[in-house]
Nanobody, 124 residues
Framework: QVQLVESGGGLAQPGGSLRLSCTASGSSLESYAIGWFRQAPGKEREIVIS????????YYAEAVKGRFTVARDNAKNMVFLQMTSLKSEDTAVYYC?????????????????WGQGTQVTVSS
């Protein structure tokens, strides 16, 4: 079993930055595929980033490409989502997810473990 806890959400101004953290316990994330999802009010949860469990390939959703980056710290069993040039449409609850499956995934059912989410609000 893997437990995931997100942190780092909050209020940011348009154009600002935030860094979200995902801390894992119960198992090392090193061999897991990692996903960051978000869900805006009234919308379905959508993929933001997926990191492959095989080769470290990183998929970025078109909406965040060039603005968001992701990094893993295997020693601390953490994953970070660095968000820059934030826009109001980035406002959402952000979720970290992990999957023991090979490869990477864009859909929720690929992931077995989820954090509780952290709220990101982008507003002036």
């Amino acid at each position: 079993q893997v437990q995931l806890v997100e942190s780092g959400g909050g209020l940011a101004q348009p154009g600002g930055s935030l860094r979200l953290s995902c801390t894992a316990s119960g198992s090392s994330l090193e061999s897991y595929a990692i996903g960051w999802f978000r869900q805006a009010p009234g919308k379905e949860r959508e993929i933001v980033i997926s990191i492959s469990s095989l080769d470290g390939y990183i998929y970025y959703a078109e909406a965040v490409k060039g603005r968001f980056t992701v990094a893993r710290d295997n020693a601390k069993n953490m994953v970070f989502l660095q968000m820059t040039s934030l826009k109001s449409e980035d406002t959402a609850v952000y979720y970290c997810a992990a999957s023991p499956r090979r490869g990477w995934g864009l859909v929720e059912r690929f992931y077995d473990y989820w954090g509780q989410g952290t709220q990101v609000t982008v507003s002036s």
